[in-house]
């Protein structure tokens, strides 16, 4: 999970489908993509970090986290 950027999307109040658009793929997709179930490729990670979130380090941003299980 990308709790980083998720929460800086939520942050600057950037639609997700905004994002999305940007890089080319389907909102269920950066969905997919921001939960971890899917890796971003390094080109779609920087358009984002350009486009949105300059400001930020790009390795803190997409910081992966790994999603604990509740047994």
Known sequence: MYANLEAEIVRKRIKRGTIAEAIG?????LNLKISGKYPFTY?????IHEQ???EYDFKQLFKKEEIQKVS
């Open 25 to 29: 793929k389907t909102y269920n997709t």
């Open 43 to 47: 080109d779609e990670a920087l358009k």
């Open 52 to 54: 949105f979130f300059s």
